[in-house]
């Protein structure tokens, strides 16, 4: 049998498959049953967290053979080529292989042949941000008045980039990137059907370390499956794949930093990068660090059930946010997520990370006057 990757296996074939994106959904599934569909929609939001899985869906929806549906039977054969990517009238482009003027223009010729299989002749173009001026500009117009066999799904990772008349002829959805414990529950649930056991402490590694998004956490889990022949997992074995800093170096590099003690931070850095771990990632588990020791200090460490440690690690977290100001810890908070954004522009991942501690290093610095 032809192995199939975890994502792609496990890809939502169903509206009740997909993890979050509830208010989408539900409006997805509203409009479906009262069989009025928006002729085309802009989905915004970054990589891997339903996009494509979801205009698949749609898609399914408005052709069963069934009806317009929000559960599509998945049995009928339009249902079950759109499950094989055979389905003739779901075309899926990639904006970002086909800029030009030309290739719009070739689309636009194609809209006027009604569906061949289905009820709907469906578009789905991804990374619609990456489309000339000159391209937004012909669509412009049948995204506003289609023929009526002709739905448009478009799919972008950059917002910013969509020009104004696109963004006013769609019915725009920006979804949100996934929460770390839906994203940690839901791995759970692929590993239960795949017969796998890994303990939630790693999961929640995983789920951390992806950002938001489920394919990343799915990929990552797919590797640490793959890579080991043992059954037990350990977690320091999945942080040294993933690239991570393990929570104690974490708890240690933050208290130095609380201490100013830049020279121990750099040391720390030259460590973490000897054992090959991730500059965003160490600037990821920083902020979800400074977030949690916020926590912290405005409830009191027995109503504090959002930090998922051990009692003697959350004790210590409770000691070190002693020694720290609510307003300090908001402002390292903002210093490291304006920071992680510009890292990609850093020559290198060190210097940026260096230039973000260093911003932190001189804020308290100039506000408790050291010198
Ligand atoms: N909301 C979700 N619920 C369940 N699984 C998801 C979800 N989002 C993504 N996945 C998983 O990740 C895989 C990739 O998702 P998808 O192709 O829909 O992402 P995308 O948003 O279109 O990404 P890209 O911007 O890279 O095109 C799916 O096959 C599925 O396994
Ligand atoms: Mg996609
Ligand atoms: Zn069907």
Avoid at 31 to 49: A, D, F, P, V
Avoid at 80 to 105: H, M, Q, V, Y
Avoid at 275 to 281: A, F, T
Wanted: proline share 3%.
């Amino acid at each position: 049998m032809i192995y199939q990757i975890l994502s792609n296996k496990w890809r939502p074939q169903e509206f009740n498959q997909i993890i979050g994106h509830k208010y989408l959904i539900k409006m997805m599934v509203n409009s479906l049953n009262l069989k009025r569909i928006h002729q085309s929609w802009l989905l915004s939001g970054m990589h891997g967290i339903g996009k494509t899985t979801i205009a698949r869906i749609l898609a399914k929806s408005l052709n069963c053979k069934k009806d317009i549906t929000s559960q599509p039977c998945r049995t009928c054969a339009n249902c079950k080529a759109i499950e094989k990517g055979k389905f003739l009238d779901f075309i899926e482009l990639d904006a970002a292989s086909k800029t030009r003027i030309e290739d719009i223009k070739i689309i636009l010729d194609s809209t006027q042949y009604p569906p061949i299989q289905g009820r709907f002749k469906i578009y789905l173009i991804d990374e619609i941000h990456m489309l000339s001026k000159h391209s937004f500009n012909a669509l412009l117009k049948i995204l506003e008045e289609p023929p009526k066999y002709i739905k448009f799904i478009l799919a972008t990772t950059h917002l910013k980039k969509i020009p104004r008349t696109i963004l006013s002829r769609c019915l725009h959805v920006h979804l949100s990137s996934i929460e770390p414990t839906c994203i940690s529950n839901y791995l759970e649930q692929i590993l239960k059907k795949e017969n796998i056991d890994i303990k939630k402490e790693i999961l929640n590694i995983i789920s951390y370390s992806s950002e938001g998004s489920i394919r990343n956490a799915i990929n990552n889990l797919e590797l640490i499956i793959s890579s080991i022949k043992k059954k037990k997992i350990k977690t320091s074995y999945v942080n040294k794949l993933l690239g991570i800093f393990d929570k104690h170096s974490i708890f240690i590099l933050a208290q130095n930093i609380i201490k100013n003690n830049i020279h121990s931070v750099l040391k720390i850095l030259d460590y973490a990068e000897k054992i090959g771990v991730q500059c965003n990632n160490i600037i990821s588990s920083l902020i979800i660090f400074f977030h949690n020791l916020s926590i912290i200090k405005i409830t009191t460490l027995k109503e504090n059930n959002l930090i998922n440690e051990k009692s003697k690690y959350k004790q210590k977290i409770y000691i070190l946010s002693k020694k720290i100001l609510f307003q300090d810890i908001q402002n390292y908070c903002k210093i490291l997520i304006r920071g992680k954004k510009y890292l990609k522009y850093a020559p290198s991942p060190r210097i940026g990370m260096e230039i973000i501690l260093f911003q932190i290093y001189q804020y308290t610095n100039e506000k408790y006057h050291v010198s």
